[in-house]
């Protein structure tokens, strides 16, 4: 038997066999080419300018989509007519600035004496607050004369809102309910009132704490004048607490002073605007019907008085019901209260269709839907209360310019004069107003300061 040699070589057929299985397995990478760069560069470029153009045509589309969202071209709101403005002369504009001037020149005499002996006075009935705050543990209090740290004291017992209804789902999503929501929120001292529902006692304590104080400081400031005069733009036609508080250190004045006093010059201006044949319900007669009342309580009628002049400015709904509640400090059933302003709308009509006519232009079209608007409620009261304010800016001028250099400070409804009221004086006040605002009807009288 012939012997059989192993050997390792493949045959050339089996080689040739293996290289071509080799070649068609699927577990073995193909060989890798190498681009040169500038066909790389060539690569790139393209790729960039495929995705730029890519990207433009999905943002031509996307502006097309929302284009079509948006519906067609919105004509621009149309501005409201100027407003029917009172008789003055040419130069009233100088005559302004020189009243004023003169106003701020001439200072408010103060008896420095006289002030610090009502000032320590008030300084003790300010301790005897403090304590009357601190005597109920209700709330527990730290700085009585810091926001913050008050608001942190009420927010401790869950006292920081005023508990209105939250916004339902379908309010959200078609816009209503912001107002009562902005309503519900208790920000700075003015609003401290919502937190009577849940700490009556300590908000009237706390209030009457922080009355004080700040009519103190207040009456501190009237101090830092060393000529016994005191000279300050807010008695130029200030407006706000500090006048106010100003009240309330009047009988620190030094000699005779006396008062001009404008009755209601708010709706006195309104209804010459309007041409309001009506004449003004006193506000104790409108309490007296509102609360069924035949001799309503001075609260009751702050809360007529502050729903009269805020109707008369154009608020109504959420808006109106935090400003009655910041004036009197009293929660007022928002439906009573639109209750009331219709009555009032139906009471005076004239002014009811002056700010219907005034509010139209302040709807804005919103959105596609044709017809679909908003009411744009910031313009129309930028927009209002600048134009009252020039008119009831123009009144207090008139009045000043009146009295013949005996003005002292002037605000919107009445005037500080220094020496002693001749008898005819009211009388001349009221026929310059009824001359400049023709057909009105002023009511302007006349008091010494005690």
Known sequence: ???????????????????????????????????????????AAAHKAAVAAASSEAAEREMAYLRGLSGPARVPRAEPPPLRGPALPEDFAEQAGAIDEAIYDRGVAIHRDQLLSLGRARFAELLEKDRSVRSLQRVLFNDLTSWPDVAASFASVSALS??????????????????????????????????????????????????????LVFGQSLLLQSDGKVRSHLFCSGKGAKVGYFNEWLPSLSGPHFRIV???????????????????????????????????????????????????????????????????????????????????AARYPAISRFHDGISSYFWTQVGSLDGYTKFDENDYRHYLDRE?????????LLAARSVEGSCVARFSDWLLCQGKPKDSLAEKVQEQLEAAFTGSTFRVTMEVVP
């Open 1 to 43: 038997m012939p012997k059989i040699e192993k050997t390792n070589q493949l045959t050339p057929m089996y080689e040739e066999q293996k290289i071509t299985e080799h070649e068609h397995s699927p577990f073995l990478r193909p060989p890798i080419h190498f681009d040169p760069p500038a066909r790389r560069e060539q690569d």
């Open 162 to 215: 005023a508990h209105l209804p939250p916004r339902k789902m379908k309010e959200q999503m078609s816009g209503a309910g912001e107002g009562r929501e902005k309503a519900n929120k208790i920000e700075d001292w003015q609003d401290l009132w919502k937190a009577a529902q849940q700490e009556p006692e300590p908000v009237r304590n706390v209030y009457a704490f922080h009355d004080a104080f700040a009519s």
């Open 262 to 344: 404008i009755g209601q010059p708010l709706f006195s201006v309104l209804a010459w605007l309007c041409k309001e044949p009506t004449p003004l319900t006193p506000p104790v007669d409108l309490a007296a019907d509102w609360f069924g009342k035949r001799a309503p309580s001075p609260s009751q009628i702050k809360v007529a008085e502050a729903i009269l002049e805020g109707w008369l400015v154009g608020l109504s709904s959420w808006n109106l019901w935090n400003v009655v509640g910041r004036a009197s400090r009293q929660r007022i059933d928002h439906d009573w209260m639109q209750g009331w302003c219709r009555e009032l």
């Open 388 to 396: 009252i304010e020039k008119l009831l800016s123009v009144v207090s």
